[in-house]
């Protein structure tokens, strides 16, 4: 499979962006998808993932009620609705799939097979 991950983009703090990771090439609807994000000089972090139908979700907690995880199976799309940002969320956003058989949720990278290439999203104080 292949992500495509868009609209990251520079915004003031407590402004809005949305993200959307557009998946080809596999069985869309058979993946967990989440988002990460690597800020400078920091490790890649988890930030949120959905399970195949969008049923269940699970946030860090650094973005919980302020981040919205969703996906559209019909659009092979997974979506990042980030409000109220913050500096601190400044960083590349990566969009990730993992082909769990069991459709469980996980933050950790190593359990993502497949990755988008970033988007940049910068949050100015």
């Known amino acids: 499979a292949q992500l495509q991950a868009s609209g990251g983009g520079l915004v003031p703090a407590g402004g809005s962006l949305r993200l959307s990771c557009a998946a080809s090439?596999?069985?869309?609807?058979?993946?967990?998808m989440g988002w990460f994000r690597q800020a400078p000089g920091k490790e890649r972090e988890f930030v949120a993932a959905?399970?195949?139908?969008?049923?269940?979700?699970y946030y860090a907690d650094s973005v919980k009620g302020r981040f919205t995880i969703s996906r559209d199976n019909g659009k092979n799309t997974a979506f990042l609705q980030m409000n109220s940002l913050k500096p601190e969320d400044t960083a590349v956003y990566y969009c990730?799939?993992?082909?769990?058989?069991?459709?469980?949720?996980?933050?950790?990278?190593?359990?993502?097979?497949?990755w988008g290439q970033g988007t940049q999203v910068t949050v100015s104080s």
């Open positions: 990730a799939a993992d082909v769990n058989i069991f459709g469980t949720l996980r933050r950790e990278i190593r359990e993502y097979d497949y």
């Open positions: 090439g596999g069985t869309f609807a058979r993946y967990t």
């Open positions: 959905i399970s195949w139908k969008g049923g269940s979700t």
